[in-house]
């Protein structure tokens, strides 16, 4: 189910994404969305070019990966695998969105040499919000 999210203004001006096209820059956006509440979501390109671009018939998986790529390269984005199934972690996600009505969590959680990596861990949510 996607979420709304906060675009804050310093998104704009960060120098890291500058680095990247618009387009994947647009892309990273629609990636919060659909993410779980702690930043993870399901990383098979087919399924994330029609969550986020949904009635785009002329945008090519080609074109959609190669945004998915420039995001690997920058690091806002960490590539993991879980039972043959490739994910996401959105770095920075928490750091950025407030979660006040959190929901349960369901994508496996980012293996821990990701997490300890940024100095953090996933656990900061609870996993049902009963």
């Known amino acids: 189910m996607a979420r709304n999210r906060m675009i804050k203004t310093d998104f704009w001006d960060d120098e890291t994404l500058s680095s990247i096209s618009r387009d994947a820059k647009l892309t990273f956006i629609g990636m919060w969305n659909f993410s779980d509440d702690r930043g993870v979501i399901k990383g098979k390109p087919i399924w994330l070019k029609n969550q986020i671009y949904p009635?785009?018939?002329?945008?090519?998986?080609?074109?959609?990966?190669?945004?998915?790529?420039?995001l690997e390269n920058i690091k806002v984005i960490l590539q993991f695998t879980v039972n043959d199934e490739k994910y996401y972690f959105i770095k920075n996600?928490?750091?950025?969105?407030?979660?006040?009505h959190p929901s349960v969590w369901r994508n496996p959680d980012p293996p821990e040499e990701i997490?300890?990596?940024l100095g953090h861990t996933t656990g900061g949510l609870p996993e049902d919000s009963s």
């Open 55 to 70: 009635y785009d018939d002329t945008l090519s998986i080609k074109i959609f990966t190669l945004w998915l790529e420039e």
């Open 93 to 100: 996600f928490l750091k950025h969105q407030q979660i006040s």
């Open 115 to 117: 997490t300890a990596f």
